[in-house]
């Protein structure tokens, strides 16, 4: 079966910056659309970003200004930069592709952002 596999999270300081990257175990057509989720500790999944396949790109206000979602058609690969990371930004992130109009959703199992000093 097609997995997602995320990978780039880590231990990172205040005010730094990581690199989220998603990519499928093999080529999956026809997504329309990209996302990254996380949750925290306690709480409830998140939208944090997500990019369509006519180039519209949406960001949590939590993270506007700082995270950038984008993605490479030709691999079907999903990125995250996260730069000014904030000890609030601390959770487990997950990638999420979608099929329409079967709604037909990939997930991956995540990985984990954490920043402390």
């Known amino acids: 079966q097609v997995q997602l596999v995320e990978s780039g999270g880590g231990l990172v300081q205040p005010g730094g910056s990581l690199r989220l990257y998603c990519v499928p175990s093999?080529?999956?057509?026809?997504?329309?659309?990209m996302g990254w989720h996380r949750q925290a500790a306690g709480k409830e999944r998140e939208l944090v970003a997500s990019?369509?396949?006519?180039?519209?790109?949406d960001t949590a206000d939590s993270v506007k200004g700082r995270f950038i979602i984008s993605r490479d058609n030709a691999k079907n690969t999903l990125y995250l930069q996260m730069n000014s990371l904030k000890p609030e930004d601390t959770a487990v992130y997950y990638c999420?592709?979608?099929?329409?109009?079967?709604?037909?959703?990939?997930w991956g199992k995540g990985t984990l952002v954490t920043v402390s000093s």
């Open positions: 990019t369509s396949d006519i180039g519209r790109t």
């Open positions: 093999r080529t999956i057509f026809g997504i329309n659309s």
């Open positions: 999420n592709f979608r099929k329409l109009p079967a709604g037909m959703d990939y």
